[in-house]
């Protein structure tokens, strides 16, 4: 066996070299479930010139660092492994990718070349009307009842500006997110729109975790609370990994303008690092977990994402992206998951630039439920739920 072949499954590849394997980044990767250890590591000896695709903290180097890699790689699919408990543990993740290839969508008939080439070049692809008015109606009404308290849902967090609450009760006027509904049986079906995974399938395979769920009620701007968020990067709040293989879709369910605060996204910043995240230093009063970038570039071209009733934006974890507030005094609502392959893998956080996230949302989670020897993947496990094919790491 020519080792320098393309590896069976892979796509876009020049056949004279072996790309690193520890990316993720590569386009419908499948290798062979019955390759050997001892081919493993003949194929590190061929990696000497790959780049490094390495998290940038990582501690390994040279031969050590290049086998753990392919390791991480090709574990999940030799089906009875689980990811190796060795696995680095930085929350840096490059996303370089290489020339030439589809790094971050994966083969299929749905997406156009050109649709493909600019979810690479920009990191966020907008579908016009994918979400009819029909399930975005069924949406708001349960929206509604969670509000009036008339439904329960478990495991949900529930934000509200507690200084309407007085003026206006029980209603959509007060609550601002709904996030985790993953136990809301009506609004989970939008995880699992034909209409969506579809899409969702195009970047994270056809093993699809729903990891993150969020319906957002953007209440009007006061001079007590903002309800901006400030340009972050989701990927900070997530531990678990490859990036690449991992996905929004952010879906408006009325019309998202530069009035009511819609999306602002950097295109292209899905191509950087992770960045250091913390509270905004602003005037107002900063939202629980709302994180921005510590060091945010002002100069960085922006484009501000007007979108209508049931379209939907797919973009990608290192995208760097907020909102802004809303001027008017109306609503805009959105609805939104972030899946994930579930051959992707949890990391640890600690000693890396999530740590400090991960002593706050323990903390969170002690206060609700006084739990103990929690760890934030602990708390991704429990949200995370398959929505198609299976379940292999998350």
Known sequence: MDIRAVPEGCTERPPSTIPCLGCGFHAGCRHPRSLSVQMRVRLVTELSDCPDTME?????????????AILRHLSPRL????????????????????????????????????????????????IKKLVSDEDIERFRKEFIRICKKEVNVPGAMIMKDESLRYQYGQSEKVVNKVQDFQEDEELFRYCTLPEV?????????????AMH???????????????LHPMHQDLHYFPFRPAARIVCAWTAMERADRDNGCLVVQPGTHKEPLKPHG?????????????????????????????????????????????????????????????????????????TTQEHLEKEVVEIVHKKYNTTS?????????????????????
């Open 197 to 209: 995974l579809k899409y969702v399938e195009c970047f994270t395979g056809p093993n699809i975790m």
């Open 279 to 351: 509270y905004p230093k602003w005037e107002g009063k900063a939202n629980k977990l709302f994180h921005g970038l510590l060091d945010e570039d002002e100069k960085s071209p922006r484009v501000h994402l007007v979108m209508e009733k049931g379209d939907t934006v797919f973009f990608h974890p290192l995208l760097i992206h907020g909102s802004g507030i809303n001027k008017t005094s109306g609503f805009r609502k959105s609805i939104s998951c972030h899946f994930a392959s579930s051959e992707c893998y949890y990391i640890d956080v600690k000693n």
């Open 79 to 126: 089906g009875a492994t689980p990811a190796p408990t060795s696995v680095p543990t930085s929350a840096q993740a490059s996303a370089v990718p290489q020339p030439g290839n589809f790094c971050y969508t994966l083969d299929n008939d749905t997406l156009t070349t050109e649709q493909r080439q600019f979810y690479e070049d920009n990191g966020y692809l907008l």
């Open 213 to 227: 769920t969020m319906l957002i009620n953007k209440l009007p701007d006061s001079d007590k609370q903002t309800f």
């Open 374 to 394: 929690v760890e934030l993947r602990d708390v991704w496990k429990f949200r995370a739920r398959l929505v198609q094919g299976e379940r292999i790491n998350l």
């Open 56 to 68: 940038q903290h990582g501690k390994q180097s040279g031969p050590a660092a290049r086998l753990d």
